[in-house]
């Protein structure tokens, strides 16, 4: 049972509080009303606007100012970014309507409130997904992840299918449907929250791989790969996120245990009974776990063999890729 | 040309760190998609020069902090450089990060192209036609204009049939 912490303390700015389901509410936007600016009496342009709000974010502190202002004017025009917005019309006056749009979302943002929460979507690789709080936001560095599973996947033939642990908004594996719509995907999250978000073509199911493996067992036969962006973070490590990051995503999308590596670990209990012969298992965690993974994996799964580690954009260990070894009893896949 | 953003400003750059990653051993692109696909402006993909991992350089702005999930920021502009020719491409056009990589090494071909081949590049090529199609349009406009013209004169001079004829 995931330790539910009681973030109180870290809402000073507004009443916030968690309800029997976990459930984060961010602030409404009332709460700080005082300190917006007020709606301009006369017209202006998009440009105008976007320059106000940068400035006015920077002034209360507000993270990335500069492209919180442009992306929420943007997305009220109907672009995603600010360069998709000829020049022409970001001169242009707005409407009264585009106005209020552009005040309600920027006043939620002087909140803290993550910007992807606010316009309520986001873009992985070249989907766009709906965002809200408190399903965690998918990171760019996952995205290398999808990578590195299609690249493999793409080589082989016969049908397909994957396991995901832990979707949140479904990024990973709607991401592989979209390259390889014949994939059949089986997503698995605790949370009830994510998966009444990530509703299409996928089987989803509101599992916990800690509780109720199980019945997850139940639903898998032998699978390719098995692909997870669990919570990989430290126990001491959460107190120090970045506010917006503490105050608005579900800490069980985030929150790894002391060592960062109990779901890990159970993810690979799992991929050694759910995947095929040769089949991989794609990971994204915390920098300093690659080798702990391989140790663990070499004592206690010995299985799974150690593939090899990839760097993120940064240059950080970030990614690590186990195979299962052939052994006897190969699970079959279900051909249904 | 697409609209590059030179958006990553100065001082925004200078108040984030930024890391410089070279990928390593690959052989020609990592993206074979764009070698099948054309690029902006209809040019032949295929006759871009391709490129080479090796010789690039890319730098992400992600500002402080340890990355991945403990960190939610929406910058993803991407610079890559081609270091044999210190061309640099700068792109901010979509919101992931992974098709602005890939929107860069488009761009950093075109450039390349219109680099090593000048005149002769796709780029040159393709506006070259462009100018030649404008043209050619131009001038079959004026010569159906023209000979509206002239069928309207001759109509003019055309004896007009009166009732002391028949």
Known sequence: MWRRRV??????????????????????????????????????????????????????????????????????????????IKAETLSRLLSPEKTQQIWKLCAKRLTGMPLQYVIEEWDFRDLTLKM??????????????????????????????????????????????????????????????????????????????????????????GVQALVSNPPYLYTEDMASLQPEVLRYEDPAALDGGTDGLVVIRQVLNLASKVLQNHGRVYLEVDPRHPPLIQQWAESHREEMHYVETKLDFNNRPRFCILQKAETNKDRKQDLD | MSRLLVSVRAVYAALCPTTVRRRRGVTGCVYPGLLSSAGKKDLVASELPVLNEEELEEQFVRGHGPGGQATNKTSNCVVLKHVPTGIVVKCHQTRSVDLNRKRAREILREKLDVALKGELSEISVKKKESVQKKQDKRRKVNQSLEKKRLFKEALAAEPKPTNTDS
């Open chain 1, 7 to 84: 973030l109180s303390e870290v809402f000073t700015f507004m009443g916030s509080c968690r309800n029997k389901k976990s459930q984060f509410i961010g602030a409404s936007s009332s709460v700080r009303a005082c300190s917006c600016p007020a709606l301009p009496v006369h017209r202006i342009t998009a440009l105008q606007a976007v320059n106000s709000w940068s400035q006015h974010f920077q002034e209360k502190g507000v993270s990335e100012p500069d492209l919180s202002s442009r992306y929420i004017t943007a997305h009220v025009l109907g672009a995603k970014t600010i360069e998709g």
């Open chain 1, 132 to 221: 809200r709080p408190p399903v965690f936001i998918p990171r760019p560095e996952t995205e290398e992840l999808v990578e590195f599973v299609l690249s493999d996947l793409k080589e082989k033939t016969g049908s397909l299918s994957i396991l995901e642990v832990g979707c949140g908004s479904g990024a990973i594996s709607l991401s592989l449907l979209k390259s390889l719509p014949w994939l059949r995907a089986l997503v698995f999250d605790q949370s009830e929250d994510a998966i009444t978000l990530t509703k299409t073509m996928l089987q989803l199911y509101h599992l916990d791989i800690l509780k109720e493996e199980e019945a997850i067992l139940s639903l898998c036969n």
